[in-house]
């Protein structure tokens, strides 16, 4: 938009230059005028209003790009992020508990066997110790990983709930843009308006 305009200006100017060839300044009094003047004059205007609003274009397209489509690529990367949460999750939140308590249940009833026959011989073995402890060692083994998925659970929950908060950068990245282009309608508006009454005043509509 902003280069279209500053080739209106280019086709105003031109206008200008055509003007005597078109209309030549005739001798007598009744033709004599500066009509040509004013209407260049005229012309002008326009074509300052023209390389006005062009720069008011171009600040308002650095405008855009340098606020509102930088919020836009900040919401994009808390969608990213929350993405990337729950995949993180996904791979971190893998465990053995199931294999773990197939693993228990075995080495209980290993235990448990050799301790009855242990009993009936009045003896002990070595075997019976490692099976505890490795009961024992199965089972914290549960808790901890247990412990890690709620806390995986939490985390993701707690992210969540402050993800909710995006909802309004999305509010405020439409406010902001919806001012941003009333300002610069009032901008254009008062452009126009002044080119309006110099042209008013100034342009000659007939001799």
């Given at each position: ?8 200006v ?32 005229g ?13 008011l ?52 009833s ?7 026959e242990?009993n009936?011989?009045?003896s002990r ?20 990983q247990?412990n ?10 707690k992210?969540?709930v402050?993800?909710q ?8 990245i ?34």
């Amino acid at each position: 938009m902003s280069f279209d305009n500053l080739r209106f200006v280019d086709i105003a100017n031109l206008f200008k230059t055509l003007d005597l060839a078109l209309y030549p300044m005739e001798k007598s009094s009744f033709l004599q005028s500066n009509d040509i003047g004013e209407i260049n004059s005229g012309l002008s205007s326009v074509a300052n209003l023209y390389t006005k609003s062009s720069q008011l274009l171009i600040d308002d397209s650095f405008l855009i790009n340098t606020k509102t489509l930088e919020k836009l690529k900040n919401y994009m990367d808390y969608l990213y992020s929350l993405q990337e949460l729950f995949e993180r999750s996904k791979r971190l939140s893998s465990n053995e508990i199931e294999v773990l308590n197939k693993r228990i249940k075995e080495n209980e009833s290993k235990f448990k066997k050799l301790v009855s026959e242990e009993n009936a011989n009045n003896s002990r073995s070595p075997e019976v110790t490692r099976l505890r402890q490795l009961i024992i060692n199965d089972k914290q083994e549960i808790f901890q990983q247990l412990n890690k998925d709620w806390l995986i659970k939490q985390c993701c929950f707690k992210e969540y709930v402050m993800f909710q908060e995006t909802q309004y950068l999305i509010s405020e990245i439409w406010l902001e843009w919806c001012k941003d282009r009333l300002k610069l309608q009032e901008k254009l508006v008062a452009l126009y308006d002044n080119v309006n009454n110099e042209l008013l005043s100034d342009m000659p509509t007939s001799r």
